[in-house]
């Protein structure tokens, strides 16, 4: 059927992004000995969504937990379990009004103080949540007025706080079954949304039947429950294996298919391919500011103009692939395109760099020698189809200018690549959101460091700019906020952009309805078999 696609407007910013959009609903329910199978690649095995930060876990969670509110195809925020949202003159203080008549898997009404519940649990020091809890920012506490109404204090302004409140991670959970099964609830996993956990074995499998109360999805969605009644989703690492799950029928739906493949499922008629750019920061390999010979911005700048990104497009992802040019994709809110060009590809002003930075004997190997020692980066992936290749090419670009790459498969990967004795130079990194604010804030600010500063770089000018976007919600002011920072940080040289990340689903022709939100999130709740 080819490849689902189309333009809409994100967060008010006209812009051309591959997604899909939700299929007219009509026909026939599914029959109810129906199960409809998605592979996924990887999964973290974590799937409270306070305590994941791993996406995969939120396409299995985002199933089992509301949101309080919505981002719909076009970029726009509406109601979900929060009717509205209003804040206080200097956005200190939000007050929320909820839906009425929503309750649990458990029975747990939804209210006031289930909200409350859920973000002092993501804010606990308990809870350590990796996502939930900074998505509420500098959060004090939560007021609350009625079973409907609640009061949300913040000790810095809140701009983006309803924005926040949309991925995966802030799904509501139910208070009842947290305070009953405490450290066992991932077991249980009790929400309010249009599946319910039936069983789980991290890593391997997990199935979620219909919850057929639900009826108080977002407007956009369909009333009344989920058409299929169960869904089993499966994890198979391989490439070949999800395709093999996928052409012999075992699944309806797989992610992350190599570029060939994309090609050969657009020419079958039997296959639908989706794709969506995972806007935000690109999937480039991170340069580590604090770590030898990278503490040194002439190395890093050296490195930047001596990657061919234009090649490794062709020669890797076949152009399905939109090539990064900054930190920030194209794509997200508030892009700064006028630092696209601050280091074009340029292997002999690349060489002259690392001269000037005094590293002019060349070894038997070719490699560069200042003071008896190499010229060596360790750089940090992990092995799949799209993240080991370009790590390949790199290390031959790098080698024709002298530089010494090894390339390691760390585990517990990104633990150990922003920790602050991290022994990688570079490490391939990427984090997701339609709006810069919270990505750029966790990713360069200096309280991150040690945690989730992933470049281990620490300006106090940076820091001023990024707590000022997160308090303003003037939407030109934020623009000005977000160049400025953009150019700072193309000026200190933390990031080899090489290209946008990109979900990719093929699906069956006998499902309709699938769909990929804007967090590039696969949703199923209007998937259906056709009839």
């Known amino acids: ?104 898997h458990d029975g747990t009404p939804f209210n006031a103080e289930a909200v409350k519940f859920n973000f002092d649990r993501m804010i606990a020091p308990e809870t350590a949540s990796p996502i939930s809890g ?43 079954a947290v305070e009953t099964h405490g450290e066992q609830f991932s077991n249980v996993l009790i929400g309010s949304g249009p599946y319910k956990l039936e069983s789980t074995i991290p890593r391997v499998e997990t199935v979620l039947v219909r919850n057929d109360d639900y009826n108080w999805g977002p407007a956009s969605f369909h009333e009344g429950p989920a058409f299929v009644p169960q869904v089993r989703f499966v994890f198979i690492n391989e490439q070949e294996s999800r395709m093999a799950a996928l052409l012999n029928g075992e699944a309806q739906i797989i992610d992350e298919i190599s570029v060939a493949d994309i090609d050969a499922l657009t020419e079958d008629p039997a296959y639908n391919v989706f794709l969506s750019p995972r806007v935000g920061i690109n999937r480039g390999h991170t340069i580590n500011a604090s770590l030898s010979p990278t503490d040194d911005i002439l190395v890093r700048k050296a490195l930047i103009h001596a990657v061919d990104k234009e090649a490794i497009n062709q020669a890797v992802f076949r152009g399905h692939y939109p090539i990064a040019y900054q930190t920030l994709t194209r794509g997200v809110r508030f892009y700064n395109d006028a630092v696209e060009d601050v280091y074009p590809y340029d292997p002999e002003l690349a060489v002259q760099l690392l001269e000037e930075a005094g590293w002019t004997e060349i070894n038997d190997e070719g490699y560069r020698v200042k003071d008896g020692e190499v010229l060596s980066v360790n750089h940090a992936t992990w092995e799949s189809a799209v993240s080991e290749p370009p790590a390949l090419i ?23 690549v922003n920790s602050g004795d991290s022994p990688y130079n570079t490490a391939l990194l990427a984090v997701y959101s339609p709006d810069p604010g919270v990505l750029l804030y966790r990713s360069f600010h200096s309280s991150g460091m040690g945690s989730t500063n992933i470049a281990h770089y620490s300006s106090p000018e940076i820091d001023a700019l990024l707590e000022a976007g997160l308090e303003t919600p003037d939407a030109a002011e934020r623009t000005e906020i977000y160049a400025e920072i953009q150019q700072l940080l193309a000026e200190a040289a933390l990031n080899i952009p090489i290209y946008s990340n990109i979900a ?28």
């Open 394 to 416: 790199i290390q031959s670009m790098l080698r024709d200018i002298g530089v010494k790459m090894d390339i390691e498969f760390p585990g517990n990967y990104t633990a150990t």
């Open 1 to 104: 059927m080819g490849i689902q696609t189309t333009g809409v407007k994100i967060m008010g910013f006209k812009k051309i992004v591959f997604a899909c959009i939700l299929f007219v609903v009509g026909g026939a329910f599914a029959q109810d000995d129906q199960v409809l199978t998605v592979a996924l690649r990887t999964a973290g095995g974590q799937l409270d969504p306070h305590l994941t930060a791993v996406q995969q876990d939120g396409f299995i969670n985002m199933n089992i937990f509301d949101r309080l509110i919505y981002l719909d195809s076009d970029g726009e925020l509406v109601p979900w379990l929060a009717t509205s949202w209003t804040p206080n003159e200097d956005a200190t203080m939000w007050t929320l009004t909820l839906q009425d008549g929503v309750s649990f």
């Open 504 to 531: 990719v689903f093929a699906v069956n022709e006998e499902v309709e309805g699938f769909m990929l939100n804007l967090h590039s999130n696969p949703v199923i709740f209007g998937a259906r078999f056709v009839e």
């Open 134 to 176: 900074p998505s509420l920012g500098a959060y004090r506490e939560t007021v609350v007025i009625d079973d409907l109404t609640l009061e949300v204090y913040f000790d810095r302004p809140a701009a983006l706080l309803p924005f926040n409140l949309t991925p995966p991670p802030m799904g509501m959970v139910s208070p009842t």
